[in-house]
């Protein structure tokens, strides 16, 4: 596995199949930024879909539910 493999690795926290060494060390560097790219973005969706549910629980209640979520 290339070098350039390495942090593609480290990002998917698993090994790559063997059809990657075919992969151009750009190819493996753009899989890997388009990759983090997408994490973080389903993140921030996930956060903006927690923030709004909690709209749908009646304000008193928040604290109790954020806490019960681990937010």
Same mark, same amino acid.
């Given at each position: 596995?290339p070098?350039?493999?390495? =942090?593609?690795? /480290? &990002?998917? #926290?698993? =090994?790559?199949?063997?059809?990657?060494? $075919?992969?151009?060390d750009?190819?493996?560097?753009e899989?890997? *930024?388009l990759? *983090?790219? %997408? !994490? &973080?973005a $389903?993140?921030? $969706?996930l956060? %903006? %879909?927690?923030?709004?549910?909690l709209?749908?629980?009646? $304000?008193?209640? /928040? =604290?109790? !539910?954020? /806490? %019960?979520l #681990?937010?």
């Amino acid at each position: 596995m290339p070098d350039a493999a390495q =942090p593609l690795i /480290r &990002t998917l #926290g698993a =090994p790559l199949p063997d059809e990657f060494d $075919r992969l151009t060390d750009a190819d493996l560097a753009e899989l890997d *930024r388009l990759l *983090r790219h %997408a !994490v &973080t973005a $389903r993140g921030e $969706r996930l956060g %903006a %879909a927690v923030e709004s549910s909690l709209q749908l629980i009646p $304000r008193l209640m /928040r =604290p109790t !539910v954020k /806490r %019960a979520l #681990g937010l």
